[in-house]
């Protein structure tokens, strides 16, 4: 399975984009990458999956290039209520038995 | 997506003692996972439950510690046995078919004193 690396934290303000790229330089053809959401006693929460170049939903944009060893996940405008751990994962989709293996997530806090 | 309701959200047992948690989908789903997350710490897979067969175990992880059921397509259980103060954790239910994403129970915190 293809390994993840993601800064551990990061900090921010509220109204800002906030960038977080993940490495994974092992991605296989048929990977896809996709973003987790984590909030404080809760379950991980799909937040948006791509293969290659831009993907964008209400929530948030997903970056990536040409390679796709790295991606990016923007988050427009963040709020108070984005604080969270993001975690990225890679894995083919089509394979309901492709089990979700976490890396160490970003912690994001977001700042008054 | 569907939606899993789990059960307990939090226990405290006695060292020794055993706790099942249940893990029930709204619908049908092809596969179901148990995790556990320490506190600050990510998710580590414990197990495949497989539906109808024996649950398929990662490293580190064994069936007489974590005995798991999956009857159905739409319900799984995670027994904790002879739990002690290191087996303190939230542990997570997740579901998935295929070219769907997973979704995820709101976890289980067990503390064990």
């Known amino acids: 399975l293809a390994k993840t690396t993601q800064p551990i934290s990061m900090d921010s303000y509220e109204g800002q984009e906030v960038n977080i790229t993940c490495s994974h330089n092992?991605?296989?053809?048929?990977?896809?990458i996709t973003w987790y959401q984590q909030f404080p006693s809760q379950g991980p929460r799909f937040i948006i999956q791509?293969?290659?170049t831009k993907v964008t939903n209400e929530v948030a944009s997903l970056f990536i290039p040409a390679d796709r060893k790295s991606s990016t996940l923007s988050l427009p405008r963040v709020s108070l209520s984005d604080t969270a751990v993001y975690y990225c994962?890679?894995?083919?989709?089509?394979?309901?038995?492709?089990?979700?293996?976490f890396g160490g997530g970003t912690r994001l806090m977001v700042k008054p | 997506s569907a939606v899993i309701s789990q059960k307990p959200s939090r226990d405290i047992c006695q060292r020794g003692t055993s706790l099942t948690i249940q893990c029930q989908v709204d619908?049908?789903?092809?596969?179901m996972f148990w995790y556990r997350q320490q506190p600050g710490q990510s998710l580590t897979l414990i197990a495949t439950?497989?539906?109808?067969?024996?649950?398929?175990?990662e490293s580190g992880f064994v069936i007489d510690k974590f005995p798991i059921s999956r009857p159905n397509l739409t319900f799984s259980t995670l027994t904790v046995s002879n739990m002690s103060p290191e087996d303190s954790s939230i542990y997570l239910c997740?579901?998935?078919?295929?070219?769907?994403?997973?979704?995820f129970g709101q976890g289980t915190r067990l503390t064990v004193v």
């Open positions: 994962l890679v894995g083919d989709p089509n394979n309901a038995g492709n089990m979700l293996t």
């Open positions: 092992n991605i296989a053809t048929n990977d896809y």
């Open positions: 791509g293969y290659k």
């Open positions: 619908s049908q789903v092809t596969m």
């Open positions: 439950a497989n539906q109808g067969s024996e649950a398929t175990y």
């Open positions: 997740s579901g998935r078919d295929s070219n769907t994403e997973a979704f």
